[in-house]
């Protein structure tokens, strides 16, 4: 007797995945987890503050602001999309699993944002600054703040090298822009999303404000190019942590 013939596979292949786009939740519920989290962070992100500056009143308030914010922002967007969408929040990490594989291509993505988005873009702004006899406005004065104390960095550190990735790829890229590509191709998606991402940045002057909306959106679109392909927040995050991670460590350095 010959041998049955083969039955083709039921396993998932990777072009079998769900796109980042089948999701429950849409544009709407993602501006307004943003609008909760600036509401939820000025007010509750307050009241905790003034707590913990009783506890560690040597330490500076921003430094503490920091992590207390984006801490509120994951809050905000994992508990709105369990609540409005039952068991749906885990799909903020996206379709594909999470791996080594796709950890590593994350240090790559970061350290490929480094040199385009920090390096080459921050160069040819200050060339073309340096053309119209100008001079780039400062910026990330607050950081800079914290910077310059040295009990402060552990802080800093742990803000924006471990929290910061995780909520913000969580806000913008799991759920904003993952809704965005329910309704639009995938360069408008990107620029929106960047373009929320980059607002959300905000410096004490206005010229400083847009040097960073320079850098920062096309970050964030980037960003969002690596979560349609990789479709694992993973890859982001990673990237996102690395990005973070050389430029804390350049301000704690001149600091």
């Known amino acids: 007797m010959s041998d049955p013939l083969p039955q083709p596979s039921t396993e998932a292949t990777p072009a079998d995945r769900p796109p980042i786009s ?17 509401l939820t962070g000025f007010f509750v992100g307050g009241a905790m503050l003034i707590g913990l500056q009783q506890l560690f009143p040597e330490m500076e308030a921003q430094a503490l602001s920091l992590p207390i914010t984006l801490l509120i922002m994951i809050a905000v967007s994992v ?24 950890l590593g291509w994350g240090v790559l993505a970061g350290i490929f944002a480094l040199l385009v988005f920090a390096v080459g873009l921050g160069t040819v702004l200050e060339l073309l600054a340096r053309l119209t006899r100008g001079t780039l406005p400062e910026v990330q004065e607050t950081f800079r703040d914290i910077a310059a104390d040295r009990s402060a960095a552990p802080v800093l550190v742990f803000g924006s090298v471990l929290v910061a990735p995780l909520a913000e790829e ?6 904003l822009f993952s809704a965005l590509r329910k309704r639009f191709p995938l360069w408008p998606a990107m620029g929106l999303s960047g373009l929320a991402f980059g607002l959300t940045h905000v410096q004490t ?41 050389v430029q804390v460590a350049l301000l704690i350095r001149q600091g």
Request: glycine fraction near 10%; proline fraction near 6%.
């Open 205 to 245: 002057t206005l010229d400083g404000y847009l040097l960073v909306l320079l850098i920062v959106m096309p970050l964030g679109m980037f960003l969002a190019f690596t979560y349609e392909r990789s479709r694992t927040l993973l890859v982001p995050i990673t990237a996102h942590a690395v990005f973070n991670l």
């Open 170 to 175: 969580l806000c913008f890229r799991g759920l």
């Open 22 to 38: 089948d999701v429950p939740w849409n544009i709407g519920d993602a501006l307004l987890v943003i609008g909760i989290w600036l």
């Open 79 to 102: 508990g709105y999309v369990q609540q409005r969408y039952p068991g749906a929040a885990g799909r903020l990490l996206g379709p594909a699993a999470r791996s080594w594989q796709a």
